[in-house]
T-cell receptor, first 114, second 114 residues
Framework: DVKVTQSSRYLVKRTGEKVFLECVQDMDHENMFWYRQDPGLGLRLIYFSYDVKMKEKGDIPEGYSVSREKKERFSLILESASTNQTSMYLC?????????????FGPGTRLLVL | DQQVKQNSPSLSVQEGRISILNCDYTNSMFDYFLWYKKYPAEGPTFLISISSIKDKNEDGRFTVFLNKSAKHLSLHIVPSQPGDSAVYFCAATGSGAGSYQLTFGKGTKLSVIP
């Protein structure tokens, strides 16, 4: 079974704080992704990585950065949290499979920025 | 511009009946399609997928149909059960180098009434 874990299920932070969200997968997947999910907007891709130390911007990268120092770990960083970053954050991973890549998701982190 | 559209934000079905969730796409490069199920406060769970070389894929109570000419796919759940009540996301991707991303629809909330 694929397992994707996220460091926290719930987080409360103050405006301006630096926030780290950690994601670990145990299936040796090459690709890892960070999304946010907001009501009525579906899943929006923030950043993804297809290899260690590689990163690509998704649809909404502003206000976020990422780090991938090891294959199994992908971190999302909010440099200075703002209230509009209150959301559900979802990490996913997938194998590089020539196009038919199923992404497997972690349980999510619900972040509240006050 | 939304490349994957789920035009029904919600759907209610009686237990035991068929649930049909619809999804339309605009990008003709998409050739692999997935359905995910999501409960509140949890990450999406992969449900079923279909490649563009097929027009139907079945897994137990779940069947996905693909109509390439209409750029339309649907998920059928028969018979529907109360535990199927969740948000369902349709997703699509294209083959070829670098196509690691999934494009998601905004989701359809299914309520199965006992």
């Amino acid at each position: 079974d694929v397992k994707v874990t996220q460091s926290s299920r719930y987080l409360v932070k103050r405006t301006g704080e630096k926030v780290f969200l950690e994601c670990v997968q145990d299936m040796d997947h090459e690709n890892m992704f960070w999304y946010r999910q907001d009501p009525g907007l579906g899943l929006r891709l923030i950043y993804f990585s297809y290899d260690v130390k590689m990163k690509e911007k998704g649809d909404i990268p502003e206000g976020y950065s990422v780090s991938r120092e090891k294959k199994e770990r992908f971190s999302l960083i909010l440099e200075s949290a703002s209230t509009n970053q209150t959301s559900m954050y979802l990490c996913a991973s997938s194998r590089r499979d020539g196009g038919e890549e199923t992404q497997y998701f972690g349980p999510g982190t619900r972040l509240l920025v006050l | 511009d939304q490349q994957v559209k789920q035009n029904s934000p919600s759907l209610s079905v009686q237990e035991g009946r068929i649930s049909i969730l619809n999804c339309d796409y605009t990008n003709s490069m998409f050739d692999y399609f997935l359905w995910y199920k999501k409960y509140p406060a949890e990450g999406p769970t992969f449900l079923i997928s279909i490649s563009s070389i097929k027009d139907k894929n079945e897994d137990g109570r779940f069947t996905v149909f693909l109509n390439k000419s209409a750029k339309h796919l649907s998920l059928h759940i028969v018979p529907s059960q109360p535990g199927d009540s969740a948000v369902y996301f349709c997703a699509a991707t294209g083959s070829g180098a670098g196509s690691y991303q999934l494009t998601f629809g905004k989701g359809t909330k299914l309520s199965v009434i006992p």
